[in-house]
């Protein structure tokens, strides 16, 4: 017999912590660094480091013949290239449907005629407060790429099948695009 699962906020003012102070350290174009005090649950206090994140989408294109894409990008952190599902950031007061429909159509070419939000997850919590949002896109339409001038990205068609071995084989090792196809391979089997 299936155990209910606890209600994650039940008893939460026994862990929560509670902000006394906050300073930037940090102000990038992207991400801006906080140091905080933090009032512990048992009344000491803590200094916290952590990063604020527009927040971002993930879309993963399906076809109707069982095909998707993925990108080949050099990410510059780990210097190394990554098979990655199409993503970017939220820019300021953008709405998220607006944001994969916009990064799908920049990132791939295409448009989507139809967009499914099938989930979120928080990729860094120990640090970060970044969220993504996780997207289906289907019946798409082709239209023109518009990648940022800093972005150098390969776009690769393949039936999902594939890339969903690659994940299993760990060729694919990007915690976002892992994340994103195990909850789409989920979501093929509810629908």
């Known amino acids: 017999m299936k155990q209910p699962i ?3 906020n039940d ?3 026994n862990f929560a912590e509670t ?3 906050s300073t930037l350290v940090y102000d990038g174009l992207l991400l801006k660094v906080h140091e905080d005090m933090s009032r512990l649950p048992d009344g000491s206090t803590a200094r916290r480091e952590w990063i ?3 927040g971002a989408c993930a879309i993963v294109p399906l076809f109707d013949n069982g095909d998707t ?3 080949r990008q050099f990410r510059y952190g780990p210097s190394k290239m990554f098979w990655e599902v199409p993503a970017g950031k939220i820019d300021p007061g953008e709405p998220i449907d607006n944001t994969a ?3 799908l ?3 791939t070419g295409l448009e989507a005629g139809e967009l499914i939000r099938i989930g979120h997850f928080y990729p860094a919590i120990g640090f970060c407060d970044e969220i993504i949002h996780i997207y289906v896109a289907r019946n798409m339409r082709s239209s023109n790429s518009n990648t940022d001038d800093d972005e150098f990205v ?3 068609r393949l039936p999902l099948t594939q890339a969903l071995s690659m994940l299993d084989d760990g060729i694919i090792d990007d915690g976002k695009t892992c994340v994103v196809l195990q909850r789409v391979r989920t979501w093929l089997k509810l629908n």
Do not use: N
């Open 11 to 13: 008893g939460i003012e």
């Open 105 to 107: 159509l920049e990132e």
């Open 154 to 156: 390969d776009t690769v």
């Open 19 to 21: 902000r006394i102070s």
């Open 101 to 103: 429909r916009r990064e």
């Open 52 to 54: 604020k994140h527009p």
């Open 6 to 8: 606890p209600d994650l």
């Open 69 to 71: 894409i993925l990108l």
